[in-house]
């Protein structure tokens, strides 16, 4: 299971985004060159150990060449431990399928909702948004991308082919991703690597954008101002940050322009305070938080569970209130959502 | 439903840890039976343990082994609050192995005269039937079949709370009819193990209700209430939520009555069947409402549940109601609840006591309310 | 006797049903059950006094009992006799806010103390242990326990301010400032007589009063968990963390489930703060002192959900009874080894090396005690109570380790008969004599819950 990764590309390449645009290192352009050829080579660069693994540079390659794919491989092969060791090996076991994992697969039809490992999520989906539409979650259907962060390449793809044989199990020809992360796994990991996905995946996103087109008699206009925080896995399809857009117009918020949004969207530091790397969290939520604070929104929105449990705190003591997509969504069709993991 | 759990596989596993015999903040002892007796055989665990001795015969079974299990009145706190994976069978176990006794004819004296005059008169007192006579509505093809249950029917207290609710439908012209020969649904024949004799009066009913057309039944006993929905499967109203819903949809003009408002939990409507809203929002709406310490999920039961208002193994001083009682004067100047039982053993216990304490049933204080 | 004791505490706090005599002939641990010819309910400190009166007249042995949850069958009348079980003495006497302690009678549990205070003086708290809640503050105190605070303030042995007992003669007698003030304050500066009645199990007299330290509860709490992959780091970690000073409580737990827990250890680290800033200043220096852990990648901080929070700083821990399901049968006991602090390498090779020979399930579970001064190191191991082999291996894993605990230098906590004995094997020669001519001097009679402490 080889990355589709051809180093002519870099070696040819005439804008160096990948590092050039990077939000957390700066190279100028001949730096970057320089250690964009020896990572297109395969040879050791320091970018490996200072990269933040916020997965922007697979957006900022104009030539889908998967620059962080490559980053990602190439850190575990030169053993670069990104996070303390217990914390990464933990962290692979964790979420590896038990037995009992396995003997949860049923089948559900033809279409079915991954909550991918959200059990805390299972009330927020409890929506007209999602009627009929069966919740599946769990290890065995986890799409692993998390390991990213933790250079650990080699965990993804071992697990990827069964994490797609058990949705099949499942009897699914559609699967609405809940998380980017679970779509960003079929659409841009699993061409990444030559995987074949039997089954179609739709973003919640544009899932959400239709269903309210159908149902816009049930819109309820919020007309609010929301900030908006776009989390990394939605670098692996860009895409989708525009059909968010259109799903923000039809419930009447408007997505703030902001510092921290769009191209320029930071991490929610999660991942560092796991690394160890407090400074950095601090530095990045504080600066992004206040970032939204100013931006006059009333809403802090987010999309990635993770993302919400690290700045939902920190976002409601600015003023914000921290808030799901798709818990935004149900506001506009008057339902009133409970907070993620509250009884 | 009538499926005895196998508690041979369950009853080794409790670990006797206490946690079963507190509300949810271990503020006070939660365990009614426990309240009382205070012995480490009367909780949950000390059942669990005991059952499992007599399962081995390492006991005998005793006139005492039965009133320790049958001073259980089922109020279903241990099952609030045990931290194992077993705690929804908790009293499932103790009903199954009280069946087992009464299968091998064990059972307490008083007991074994509860299930006779049942069994014979239809009613645990051994009264004379057409129970519901004087109520001159006889059951014809209503939207409701009212089924007031036995102590609604026959204790004189619980009494004037059915007749205060038959006023209420009245004013708010709800189609009901009774039937006049009531007889009991044997809600407590069951918790109490007797579930040939159960079995038997729910055949009897069922072919009532069949004979009489009856679709929906309308009662103030939450142990009826549970009967019918978990047992018998019926389409089955509690007052409480009949009566927040014709006030709410104002077929039932009240204003307000005097007075500190609290309510008492009757453990078969709450935490037997998660109807804990309905009167409080009912009570907000008439009056100055106020929550006991102990409420909802963490409510204190009266001990009369499960046969214990009439055999009384949780009378006496150190009652579980006249404990109850004391919490609700500290609170409130009325004590409400919606049960026919409650109703019942908290009255007799703030007698007892002699507290200024009024104690009403819920439709009592809504026809007060709709007076004002 | 059974009309006698009736007299005393009336006849529905008395029984000899075999029903009573078989639940308190054991508690869920895995000793052998013995069964009392008694259990009385005394209500009042003068009739426990007239209970003991009693046993003396008889000769018959009276034990008392808190929550029964020692687990190592503490409250089984070894000689049969009256077992007297408190709970029903059960008020909270007074609580003096300003010197922060408060006089209980020693029925009174953990859960509703800790309520009480909640409700009542919110400032204030006691040192929790994560005894299940009905365990009672009295008979935890008077057995060495530990809790929540004992990382600060040591055991709880070390918290009693003074306590009234009935003697085994019959006698009622206080000690502690209470002996001469109207004040509960301190054991200080009088001869230390509480020592006579605390570690003793019962063997030299009833505690039915006592005074006990309250400490200010904090507004604000908080819970982190370090890993490490290798536990001769431990106990540097723990001790760079008491030396901060600015952790409240320091647990560490290692166990083979969830599978993710296999093979770490995990220091839970409890921060309380009275605003935000001090709880992120005391956070940030106690990542501080781990810093070097964290830069070579050795260990690191577990990213904790706040349903993980959650379940950490509940108090006590309701989880942790759940091993008793492990085997689901209902049943666990472990050894609290009192060990230093700089043993726990040494411990935990140990319990390793004994769980896998026996190929027993197991956790280890660690409170450590003062800065570091020593630790409780838990070597819990669960049975199904319904397989008596199972219950065997259990007792055989217990047995081993109580030897092997004493061979490292540490001595297993509240033990049980046999591991008494193990200890006094042990024991200085001069400190064995001491304990004997104690025990005779105040129980004449050998009334006194015989068979503990029991010097050959």
């Known amino acids: 299971m080889n990355l589709k990764f051809d180093p002519d590309r870099c070696f040819n390449c005439d804008s160096y985004a990948c590092l050039t645009k990077c939000q957390y290192l700066n190279y100028d352009f001949e730096s970057a060159r320089e250690e964009r050829i020896k990572i297109a080579k395969g040879e050791y660069s320091k970018v490996l150990e200072e990269c933040k693994t916020c997965y922007s540079c697979e957006e900022y390659c104009p030539y889908g060449n998967h620059p962080f794919y490559r980053i990602v491989e190439l850190q575990e092969e030169y053993g670069i431990n990104l996070a303390p060791k217990p914390i990464s090996k933990q962290l692979v076991k964790m979420y590896a399928t038990k037995e009992k994992d396995l003997a949860a697969i049923r089948e559900v039809g033809s279409k079915a909702l991954s909550l991918c490992l959200f059990p805390d999520l299972r009330d927020n989906v409890k929506s007209k948004l999602f009627e009929g539409l069966p919740v599946i979650m769990g290890r065995q259907i986890f799409c692993n991308l998390v390991y990213l962060h933790f250079a650990n390449m080699s965990v993804i793809k071992e697990r990827a082919r069964q994490t797609i044989e058990n949705i099949k199990k499942y009897g699914v020809d559609e699967l609405v991703c809940f998380h980017d992360e679970c779509y960003g796994f079929f659409n841009s990991y699993a061409k990444a690597y030559g995987i074949e996905v039997p089954f179609k995946t739709v973003h919640l996103y544009e899932y959400l954008y239709n269903w309210l087109k159908e149902n816009e008699d049930k819109i309820r206009k919020l007309n609010v101002k929301v900030a908006y925080q776009r989390n990394c896995s939605n670098r692996l399809s860009p895409e989708t940050d525009r059909i968010l857009d259109k799903v923000f117009e039809l419930i009447g918020a408007e997505r703030v322009e902001r510092e921290y949004d769009r191209e320029n969207g930071i991490c929610c530091g999660a991942v560092f305070q796991m690394w160890g790397e407090y400074e950095l969290a601090e530095e990045v939520q504080k600066k992004n938080v206040e970032d939204m604070a100013k931006s006059g929104a009333r809403f802090a929105v987010f999309n990635c569970p993770m993302c919400y449990v690290a700045l939902a705190e920190r976002t409601a003591k600015a003023g914000l209130m921290p808030i799901l997509v798709s818990d935004l969504c149900r506001l506009a069709i008057g339902e009133m959502p409970k907070l993620p993991g509250r009884d | ?372 | 006797m059974y009309e006698e004791l009736k007299a005393i505490v009336g006849e529905e706090f008395v029984s000899k049903e075999p029903e009573e005599l078989y639940i308190y002939s054991s508690d869920p641990g895995t000793m052998p059950p013995v069964k009392p010819d008694y259990v009385v309910m005394p209500k009042t400190t003068e009739e426990v006094q007239k209970i003991v009166l009693l046993a003396n007249k008889h000769k018959v042995p009276v034990v008392p009992m808190g929550g029964a949850l020692s687990l190592s069958g503490l409250v089984r009348p070894l000689r049969g006799g009256i077992v007297v079980d408190m709970k029903r003495m059960d008020r909270i006497i007074e609580v003096n806010e300003k010197a922060r302690y408060a006089v209980i009678e020693a029925g009174v549990s953990e859960g509703r103390l800790k309520a009480y205070l909640d409700k009542k003086y919110p400032s204030l708290r006691i040192s929790t242990p994560d005894a299940p809640p009905i365990a009672t503050v009295t008979a935890n105190a008077l057995i060495h326990g530990s809790g929540r605070l004992s990382q600060i303030y040591g055991f709880h042995s070390e918290m009693i301010t003074g306590m009234e007992v009935v003697l085994p003669t019959g006698e009622i007698c206080r000690v502690g400032s209470c002996s001469v003030s109207p004040y509960w304050f301190s054991r200080s500066p009088l001869p230390d007589l509480a020592g006579l009645f605390i570690g003793w199990f019962g063997r030299t007299g009833i505690v039915t009063k006592l005074g006990i330290k309250l400490f200010p509860k904090h507004r604000y709490r908080d819970v982190m968990i370090f890993v490490t992959e290798n536990p001769s780091y431990v106990s540097d970690v723990i001790w760079r963390v008491a030396h901060t000073e600015m952790a409240e409580d320091i647990t560490v737990w290692a166990q083979p489930r969830p599978e993710w827990a296999e093979g770490f250890q995990h220091t839970t680290i409890y921060v309380t703060a009275d605003s935000e800033e001090e709880l992120e200043f005391k956070k940030k220096i106690i990542r501080n002192a781990l810093m070097d852990y964290i830069k070579q990648k050795e260990g690191g901080f577990l990213y904790l959900t706040p349903g993980m929070k959650a379940m950490f700083l509940q108090e006590p821990m309701s989880q942790l009874v759940r091993f008793a399901d492990v085997r689901r049968g209902g049943g666990f006991e472990y050894v609290g080894a009192i060990l230093p602090v700089d043993l726990f390498d040494v411990a935990y090779q140990k319990g390793l090396e004994i769980v896998e020979r026996l190929g027993i399930d197991w956790a280890f579970s660690i409170r450590i005690i003062g800065r570091s001064h020593c630790m409780m190191f838990a070597y819990a191991y669960p049975f199904n109570r319904a397989d008596e082999e199972d219950v065997e291996r259990a007792r055989k894993a217990l047995h081993e380790t109580n030897k092997a605990v004493l061979e490292m230098g540490g001595i297993p906590w509240k033990a049980e008969a046999p591991a008494q004995q193990l200890i006094l094997e042990s024991m200085d020669e001069g400190a064995k004599r001491l304990i004997k001519s104690v025990i005779e001097m105040l129980d004449p009679n050998g009334v006194m819950n015989p068979g503990n402490w029991e010097v050959k």
Not at chain 2, 246 to 274: A, I, M, Q, S
Not at chain 2, 362 to 367: A, G, R, Y
């Open chain 2, 1 to 372: 439903m009538l499926e005895k759990v196998n508690y041979a596989e369950i009853v080794h596993r409790c670990f006797r840890c206490g946690y079963c015999k507190f509300p949810s903040d271990y503020s006070e002892i939660n365990c009614p039976s426990y309240a009382k007796y205070r012995f480490e055989t009367y909780f949950s665990g000390g059942r669990m343990w005991l059952i499992r001795a007599w399962m081995n015969n390492e006991i005998e079974w005793s006139e005492h082994l039965g009133e320790i299990m049958y001073s259980c009145s089922t109020c279903r706190n241990c099952v609030e609050h045990c931290v194992f994976k077993f705690n929804e069978q908790l009293v499932d176990v103790f009903i199954a192995a009280r069946s087992d006794m009464v299968e091998r004819g064990l059972v307490p004296k008083k007991v074994g005269e509860f299930f006779n005059n049942l069994a014979k008169f239809g009613n645990p007192w051994g009264y004379a039937a057409k129970r519901l006579e004087w109520v001159g509505r006889d059951y014809a093809n209503n939207e409701f079949l009212l089924h007031a249950g036995c102590v609604a029917a026959y204790d004189d207290r619980a009494k004037k709370s059915l007749k205060a609710l038959l006023e209420l439908l009245d004013v708010a012209g709800v189609d009901y009819g009774v039937f006049s020969d009531e007889i009991c649904e044997g809600n407590e024949a069951v918790i109490m193990g007797e579930f040939g004799l159960f079995e038997q009066l729910m055949e009897q009913n069922r072919k009532r209700f069949e004979e009489r057309g009856v679709k929906k039944v309308l009662t103030p006993d939450p142990h009826a209430f549970n009967a019918f929905r978990n047992y018998y499967g019926l389409d089955v109203v509690h007052h409480t939520q009949l009566l927040w819903n014709l006030v709410n949809d104002g077929e039932l003009k009240v204003g307000k009555v005097e007075g500190k408002l609290t309510y008492h939990d009757p453990c078969f409507l709450g935490r037997w069947n998660g109807v804990y809203k309905e009167p409080r929002k009912l009570l907000s709406r008439i009056g100055s409402f106020y929550e006991m310490p102990r409420n909802r999920k963490d409510s204190f039961c009266c001990g009369g549940g499960s046969g214990n208002f009439y055999t009384d193994y949780l009378g006496g001083k150190d009652s579980p109601a006249r404990m109850r009682v004391k919490e609700a004067a500290e609170t409130a100047e009325i004590l409400v609840t919606s049960c026919p039982v409650c109703l019942m053993m908290l009255d007799n216990a703030v007698s007892d006591e002699g507290l200024e304490l009024d104690v009403r049933d819920i439709s009592e204080v809504v026809l007060e309310a709709l007076k004002s």
